[in-house]
């Protein structure tokens, strides 16, 4: 039987949320990942050592014995000083995420304005310390504007701070490839959802909640173009699902959370894709080296092996409902 064998997958960005959610989702990442970039938008919001290294606790303990690395990020409120940083970079913290206010679920406690001075100060001092700064970029802008409407707030970050390895998590719009191109500090992570779906996914049949989030989902040419980058590893890309599970009548409801849990399935529809356009040589790099080079990461000794026999995705996962739902994949986990 046909089949991938992954060494060492990583996922650059993923959402675990707490207890009690964080025991219902972690274990999908902790089997199948060596590692996760954990995000910060709790409430409250995870920017001091202390609370990164409790949650850090609760995560290995959900995690069941599993062998994984959660890569701990702290969230760049206004609580954040050099202080915490240089805390931070003593316990092994590396990485900072910036949310700008109100962008997206849980970044009220974001920053107001990105080029403030203070802001500034923290942003230079992080560079000292060589910490990773991981940016959710867009403005508060038209929703199909606003990734490219953020793009003068990367190009002022990456020039100002050479040093910084800045990340634009979850590239969503073609237009930002250039950026990431042009600038040698700044690279970039790419979810599933975004080099597999449309905003049509979305709107253009009945309204379909559980493929909404932030930044929204582009257009069929938005898609094509990210996925070719995916299926082709480029060097500066690496994959971060963004999974971000939400019960499903928060979902459902009037509020309509944004975030698409997809961690389950997350290697299985990569797999699904390069195996569709003949790249599956590409998946181990796109999944595994691109994070291991761009974030000095280790090589760890997972081995993840996947074989070609369907799978049938289900309505529900512990009260969420997942990306591709109702679909079948035409990959397994052995
Ligand atoms: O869709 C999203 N959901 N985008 C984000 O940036 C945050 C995430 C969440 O935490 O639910
Ligand atoms: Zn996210």
Redesign the pocket.
């Known amino acids: 039987m046909e089949k991938i064998i992954l060494q060492s997958p990583y996922d650059m960005h993923l ?1 675990l949320r707490d207890t009690p959610l964080l025991e219902k989702v972690a274990k999908y990442t902790a089997q199948y990942f060596s590692g996760a970039l954990v ?1 910060p ?1 709790l409430n409250p919001p995870v920017d001091s050592v202390e609370l990164a290294l409790g949650y850090k606790e609760r995560i290995l303990k959900a995690c069941n014995g599993n062998d994984f690395m959660p890569l701990m990020s702290l969230y760049l409120t206004e609580r954040l000083d050099k202080g915490v940083l240089k805390r931070a970079k003593e316990v092994g913290i590396k990485f900072i995420k910036l ?1 700008p206010k109100g ?5 009220e406690s974001g920053v107001s304005r990105v080029l403030d001075d203070k802001i500034l100060q923290i942003l230079e001092y992080a560079q000292d310390l060589g910490l990773i700064l991981s940016i ?1 970029g867009e403005s508060n802008g038209f929703s199909m504007e606003r990734e490219a409407e953020f793009h003068p707030v990367f190009v002022e970050l990456a020039t100002t701070f050479p040093q910084l390895k800045i990340i634009f ?2 590239l969503s719009d073609a237009r930002s490839i250039a950026l990431v191109e042009k600038y040698s500090n700044l690279f970039a992570t790419l979810t599933l959802h975004h080099i597999s779906l449309c905003l049509d996914d979305v709107i253009g049949g009945g309204l379909n909640p559980h493929y ?4 929204i989902l582009k257009t069929p040419k938005d898609r094509d173009v990210l996925l070719q980058i995916a299926l082709n590893a480029h060097c500066k890309f690496s994959f971060g699902s ?1 999974s ?3 019960l499903r009548e928060n979902k459902e409801n009037a509020k309509g ?4 849990f997809s961690a389950p399935f997350a290697l299985l529809g990569l797999a699904e894709l390069f195996d569709k356009h003949n790249q599956l040589e590409n998946l181990q790099a796109f999944v595994s080296e691109n994070a291991q080079r761009i974030y000095d990461l280790p090589k760890s000794s997972k081995i993840v092996t996947l074989i070609k026999k369907a799978t049938q995705i289900p309505q529900e996962i512990n009260g969420i409902v997942p990306i591709f739902t109702g679909n079948s994949l035409s990959w397994s986990y052995a």
Request: aromatic share 8%; proline share 8%.
């Open positions: 959402h995000m938008n949310y962008a997206t679920t849980g970044s959710h998590e979850h909404f989030c932030k930044p963004d971000a599970p939400h959370a944004a975030g698409i």
